[in-house]
Antibody, heavy 121, light 108 residues
Framework: EVQLVESGGGLVQPGRSLRLSCAAS????????IHWVRQAPGKGLEWVSGIRWNGGIIGYADSVRGRFTISRDNAKNSLYLQMSSLRVEDTAFYYC??????????????WGKGTTVTVSS | DIVLTQSPATLSLSPGERATLSCRASQSVSSYLAWYQQKPGQAPRLLVYDASSRAADTPARFSGSGSGTDFTLTISSLEPEDFAVYYC??????????FGQGTKVEIK
């Protein structure tokens, strides 16, 4: 079964850091681009960042550029999101998502269940 | 950034009825548009990509159409499990690959 499992979310104070992880299974991890997408409480979806199979960065949303860093470890079938200088507006459910293919890296066909990040003093 | 505007915000229909959801882009996205379905408490699910290609496991009652700036997701006959929120998503201008604000399909 193709699966993505996020972890690392929690309650953090503004200005602090947090690292999210995503463990993949059931597919050849290093064949696919992987993304982070977030959803604030009661709101819509926002793409956060994506990374290609070889670690090439697809990009960051303007709202997180310079504060968040995406990375992956293909040997561990894992994706990471290092979040620094967190703001209240970063409060959201964070999903790890897999692209359909390396040739269609922007359509996301498998999603994890997500992890909650709450930024509050 | 390209802005995607979905309409209507809410669609109230009965099972068996036809649903037509619209997504309009602020500039052309060619055919680089996807539709996702999200049910309460669940992650989104890819339904359609490249405007009209159904994703694996997407039932045939879902069809996507359009190109340029105007797109439609049609559900030919609503099943009980289809009541959810639907998001369109463009990848023509990436990053950030913007999403629409969503259309909620609710039971009338």
């Amino acid at each position: 079964e193709v699966q993505l499992v996020e972890s690392g979310g929690g309650l953090v104070q503004p200005g602090r850091s947090l690292r999210l992880s995503c463990a993949a299974s059931g597919f050849i991890f290093d064949d696919y681009p992987i993304h982070w997408v977030r959803q604030a409480p009661g709101k819509g979806l926002e793409w956060v960042s994506g990374i290609r199979w070889n670690g090439g960065i697809i990009g960051y949303a303007d709202s997180v550029r310079g504060r968040f860093t995406i990375s992956r470890d293909n040997a561990k079938n894992s994706l990471y999101l290092q979040m620094s200088s967190l703001r209240v507006e970063d409060t959201a459910f964070y999903y790890c998502t897999k692209a359909i293919s390396s040739s269609a890296p922007y359509y996301m066909d498998v999603w994890g269940k997500g992890t909650t990040v709450t930024v509050s003093s | 950034d390209i802005v995607l505007t979905q309409s209507p915000a809410t669609l109230s229909l009965s099972p068996g009825e036809r649903a037509t959801l619209s997504c309009r882009a602020s500039q052309s996205v060619s055919s680089y548009l996807a539709w996702y379905q999200q049910k309460p408490g669940q992650a989104p699910r890819l339904l359609v990509y490249d405007a009209s290609s159904r994703a694996a496991d997407t039932p045939a009652r879902f069809s996507g159409s359009g190109s340029g700036t105007d797109f439609t997701l049609t559900i030919s006959s609503l099943e009980p499990e289809d009541f959810a929120v639907y998001y369109c998503h463009q990848r023509r201008n990436w990053p950030p690959g913007t999403f629409g604000q969503g259309t909620k399909v609710e039971i009338k």
